[in-house]
């Protein structure tokens, strides 16, 4: 029963930050890689980040803006977003994958507007 329950999203104006949250259970959390996906209307889901155990890599398009962190003793990871821009707009996701299974929250709306 793995569980992922994305948190923290909202209207924020460009230039703005805002830090996206996701909460897991049902396995061992420490052990796997979690990753941030975005999806606008009219466009592919699209990885933004991903963290393993010892790595971080992301998206060009948010490289040197975003930054991925988790904390394995609260089961949860974090996606700090600054400098946000109108593009960034997006239904965020959370992603875990355990074995040949993939996983995903409710997702979270990230507005970005003057």
């Known amino acids: 029963q793995v569980q992922l329950v994305e948190s923290g999203g909202g209207l924020v104006q460009p230039g703005g930050s805002l830090r996206l949250s996701c909460a897991a259970s049902?396995?061992?959390?420490?052990?796997?890689?979690m990753s941030w996906y975005r999806q606008t209307p009219g466009k592919e889901r699209e990885l933004v980040a991903r963290?393993?155990?010892?790595?971080?890599n992301y998206a060009d398009s948010v490289k040197g803006r975003f930054t991925i962190s988790r904390d394995n003793a609260k089961k949860t990871v974090y996606l700090q977003m600054n400098s946000l821009k109108p593009e960034d707009t997006a239904v965020y996701y959370c992603?875990?994958?355990?074995?040949?299974?993939?996983?995903w929250g409710q997702g979270t709306q990230v507005t970005v507007s003057s």
């Open positions: 049902g396995f061992t959390f420490s052990s796997h890689g």
């Open positions: 963290i393993t155990t010892v790595v971080t």
């Open positions: 992603n875990a994958r355990i074995l040949f299974n993939e996983y």
